[in-house]
Every structure is written in C-alpha cells, then in structure tokens.
C-alpha cells in the first residue's frame, strides 16, 4: 500500500463541518435563508439568494466580498431599513422590521453614505443626533472618542472626507448600541484614522458591544474581526476565523525550471500530481504544508543541479482565499471553516 507523507498530501480545501453552535441566546444576529429581490417580472435581480448568517454576541464579525456580491443589501434588511423577499431575520431576538423602535433604540448603523446640514458645526451636529437618541453620550465624549476636537467647531460642508466619516461614526455611537452596524467604515480615513477606528471599534468589543461591519480592507478583517463570512453572489460561501479560513486554503510554491524530469521526481517522492499546476511557463504546487515540500523540492533540485528560476514561496493569507473564492465561480456554497490554526483538511 503506497504511504504518501502526510506533508506530500495535496491541499484541500476547509470541508463543511459545522461551525461551535452559537444559540438564538448568544446571536446578536441570526439570519435564514435570507433572499432580497430588486425589480420585478423580467428586470427581477436576487441580490441575495439564501443566506444563512449568525453573529455571536460580543463579537466582532465582518462581511467580506467583492463588489456587488451582496453585502449592503443583507445590512439593509438586519438594519430594518428594507424588507426582506423571503427567509427570516431576528436581531437582538427581535423582528427587525416588526419591532423597528426597539431595533432602533439598541443598534446603531453606520451607513456607506449619510447626509448631513453642512451648515451646522461638528458639535451642533452631535448635539442634533443626540436629541434623537434615547441615553445619548455627552458630545464633548464623542468628540473625544472620535478625535473630533480640532475640528469641533468646524461646519459640516468644510470637513474632509476622513473627519465627515468620523463624525458619522460618532452620530453611530451615540446612543450606546448594544449591536452596530458599519458598513465600510474606514473608506476614505488615513492610515492614522483607520487605526484609531479599529481601537475604537476593540473597546466596543471589550465593552461587551457586538460589530457586523464590511470591509474591503483585508487586513481590517484580519486584525480586527473574531468570525469572517465571505460572500460571493449572494451567498456565504466561506466562513469561520480568521486562522481557520486561512488553515483551509492551500499554500503556493512556484517556480521556472528547465529539468523537465524534476516534478516527475517530486511525484514520484509522493507529491499527488493533483497539486501541480501551470501558469505560463511557471510550475505552481498547491500544498497543505508548505516547508517539507519545499523543502524536498530544494534538494531533489540540488540532487537533479536543477536551477528553480523566479522561485517563490508563500503560506495563504485572507487575501489570497478571497481572490480565489472571488474568481472560482463553481465553488460550493457554504463551506464552514472551525479548524484550529495549521491544521489543514
Ligand atoms: N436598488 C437596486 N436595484 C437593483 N439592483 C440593485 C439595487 N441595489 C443593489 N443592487 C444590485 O444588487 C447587487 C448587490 O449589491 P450590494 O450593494 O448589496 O453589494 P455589496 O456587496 O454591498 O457591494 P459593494 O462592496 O460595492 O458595496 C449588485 O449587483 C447591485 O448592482
């Protein structure tokens, strides 16, 4: 019976096990079987086409996905500002729609654009949102937690785009949301700023909050959110942590040689030949485990004197499991990854 080393086994993707159970009591967010139809009769469009999502209290949870795949349209029904087309939403444990006053009065959202009077100051503005708010935190308190401060006494219409999105997240944060809702919230901020969001969005963590936000910045997700769910058309085709997204996706070895013989060789030292590839005239190995492959590699090369041109090594990242569930439109949908960090499946 042939014995292939275990670090030779090609790299599979993360299977469908069932994520930790997170019960209705833990949810912040619980979402089945979600559709959201735009239109009617011919020019009908399913911007999402049943999806499934929950999101565990006290956590931080980003949505992930390429343009259009649908992740503003699902907010839009968790924030109850659109009714979904069929499946069930429960926020807090509650109807979104139904019980919209008391959504309201617990969430706070953060919309990908908002309006507001560019003749009043940053703080007449706070001062205005506050009035609307049940418990609203004192302004000169937002103005701090948001470094508002320079520009406090600044009309709305002069502020920068960065300083105009932190006093959204301010208006946002007002009323001590138990659930807050951020679409994008960092587009637009410097560098300085989106780190000051990020800490800001961690004591909200640790205050006990819990964040659903989008983002299109990878490393965002990456050092800020507990549970990552990719979405793709509609759908959550990935989810699970950061680390057991990443575990289920294999890493990459690529190379330029002229020894023809020498990926024979590595097969024939157990590789599977299902994880070699080409692009171009590069040979690409998708393996589970990166180092003892690579490391056979190298020396098969310097028993073969082979020469691995352009050689290039690298483990998965978020990113690279992104652009390839981005560009892999016959992926299956739903694929639940709960592996702890290295382990592959
Ligand atoms: N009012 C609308 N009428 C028709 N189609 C719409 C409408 N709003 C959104 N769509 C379509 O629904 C799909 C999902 O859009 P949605 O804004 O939810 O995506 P998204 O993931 O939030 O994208 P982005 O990252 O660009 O914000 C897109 O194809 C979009 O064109």
């Known amino acids: 019976m042939s014995t ?16 930790a159970a997170v019960t ?32 565990a209290r006290g956590t931080v949870h980003a949505l992930l996905g390429v343009n259009g795949a649908g992740k503003t349209s699902t907010l839009e029904v968790v924030e109850g500002l659109a009714p979904a087309t069929a499946g069930t939403v429960r926020v807090l444990g509650l109807d979104p729609v139904a019980d919209r006053a008391e959504v309201r009065r617990r969430t706070g959202v953060l919309l990908q654009h908002s309006g507001f009077v560019g003749d009043l100051t940053v703080r007449e503005t706070l001062k205005m949102w506050g009035a609307t708010v049940t418990g609203a935190r004192p ?60 800490d800001l969005v961690r004591d909200l963590r640790d205050g006990g909050a819990t964040v659903l936000l989008t983002t299109h910045y990878l490393e965002e997700a990456e050092v800020l959110a507990d549970q990552v769910s990719i979405m793709r058309a509609g759908q959550v085709v990935r989810e699970g942590t950061v680390a057991g997204v990443v575990a289920g996706h294999p890493s990459e070895i690529s190379f330029v040689t002229t020894d023809d013989g020498l990926v024979p060789a590595l097969v024939a030292a157990g590789l599977p030949a299902d994880a070699v590839g080409h692009d171009d005239d590069r040979t690409v190995l998708r393996v589970a485990d990166l180092q003892p492959v690579l490391t056979d590699l190298l020396l098969l090369a310097r028993q073969r004197d082979a020469r691995l041109d352009l050689l290039d090594a690298r483990t998965a990242t978020l990113e690279s499991v992104f652009l390839s569930l981005a560009a892999d439109a016959d992926a299956p949908a739903v694929q639940v990854a709960t592996t702890a960090p290295g382990a592959v499946r």
Do not use: Q
């Open 139 to 198: 302004v000169d308190e937002l103005i701090a937690m948001l470094r508002l401060e320079k520009v406090a006494d600044t009309r709305m219409r002069g502020l920068s785009g960065g300083e105009h999105r932190r006093v959204d997240l301010a208006c946002t944060l007002s009323g001590h949301p138990e659930l807050v809702m951020l679409d994008e919230p960092t587009t637009g901020l410097d560098p300085e700023s989106r780190r000051a969001v990020w």
């Open 24 to 55: 209705a009591v833990d949810a912040a967010v619980e979402i089945s079987g979600l559709r959201r139809v735009y239109g009617t009769g011919s020019d009908a469009f399913e911007a999402v086409r049943g999806l499934d999502l929950t999101v």
């Open 4 to 19: 292939t080393p275990p670090h030779l086994n090609a790299a599979s993707t993360a299977t469908s096990a069932p994520s």
